[in-house]
């Protein structure tokens, strides 16, 4: 008998085991639908999706909360309701007017003494006035997508691409620069110049350098500081510009505080393009009353701009926050007398 029920008990616990492992599979199964139909509707919103834009699909539950919330009205209720369209019941209409009478004219109903419109009182009369129709410009959309299916929308390739990038064209100084360059033959050595050469009073000091060095990065600091926090801002409130081309263009314009120029700009002979541009930027700085330095080499200027590249020249335009170490440049240059004429 133990035997018999020890074989009942074990059939029991499989026929258990089997319902169990019967209904997870049926779980897993609609569980696995579920997720085929949900993937089938992303992708189906992803072919639909235009660029940069969001589609809601229209499903059959969007469609119920429609269809309950506006409810179809009887057509046949609305004809009937005479509250709605009072005229229409009527027999003895007004007649239809001519549209070449100017304005519009009541007709009186004498039975009832009421003020009555016909539809020939609201259409202007035609005019032969000449109506000019201006061109609409429609906005064309220019981006194109090269997969509609990526998310990261790449830009689609349209034209030619040269593997070798046009060359530039020179500035007018690097061509007047290249143009000085042409008159010496090639046997000749080139004439080393200073700015010595060509302003006899600049000093170059080491102290000096450290300090221009000091003031110099903390105005990248803060505009970096600032294009991090916003680039609009960043860029059409720029605390300073690098080239010779910049500086003379806000010179002009008087919008420059502080100008650092290298010590070692190359020049070639007194009288070439670089030493007239020199030149002509002092005058403009004792016009204007701006400070001008001469400080640090084109490296050194270049690394401290964060450009990594040579610089001859930097222009501030704004110093607001290192007022400190401006005025420490300031004692600087006045324990030498070669710069009080700069200050």
Known sequence: ????????????????????????????????????????????????QPIGGNV????????????????????????????????????????????AIGNSVLSVNSSN????????????????????????RIAVDTKYSGNPLDSDVPIRK??????VPKPKRFSALKREINRDMEEYTEGVELQKLSLTDIIPNIITNEEIDNVVSIFITRIVELQEKLFKRDSIKGKYK??????????????????????????????????????????????????NEVLYLFALKRKKLGIATLKYIPVSCMTILNYEGAEEQLTNIKLAISSYSTYGSNS
Do not use: W
């Not at 003020?115 to 061109?135: H, M, P, R, Y």
């Not at 349209?158 to 593997?163: V, Y």
């Open 1 to 48: 008998m133990n035997e018999e029920s020890d074989l009942v008990e074990d059939l029991d616990r499989l026929r258990i085991k089997e319902e169990r492992v019967r209904r997870n599979n049926i779980k897993k199964t609609e569980k696995k639908l579920e997720r085929k139909r949900q993937q089938e509707q992303k992708d189906l919103q992803l072919k639909m």
């Open 113 to 136: 003494n009421k003020q009555v419109l016909s539809l020939g009182d609201f259409i202007n009369a035609k005019t032969n006035e000449s109506v000019v129709c201006k061109k609409l």
């Open 238 to 287: 720029r605390r300073y510009v690098v080239g010779f081309h910049e500086t003379k263009k806000y010179l002009n314009l008087n919008k420059v505080k502080v100008i650092v120029i290298a010590t070692d700009v190359k020049l070639i002979k007194k009288d070439d393009a670089m030493s007239c541009l020199i030149n002509e930027i002092i005058e403009l700085c004792k016009k």
């Open 56 to 99: 809601s699909l229209i499903t059959q539950d969007f469609v119920d909360k429609i269809t309950k919330k506006h409810s179809v009205l009887n057509s046949n209720d609305i004809l009937n309701d005479e509250r709605n369209f009072p005229t229409l019941g009527k027999l003895n209409r007004t007649p239809k007017r001519d549209l």
């Open 158 to 163: 349209r034209g030619k691409f040269r593997e």
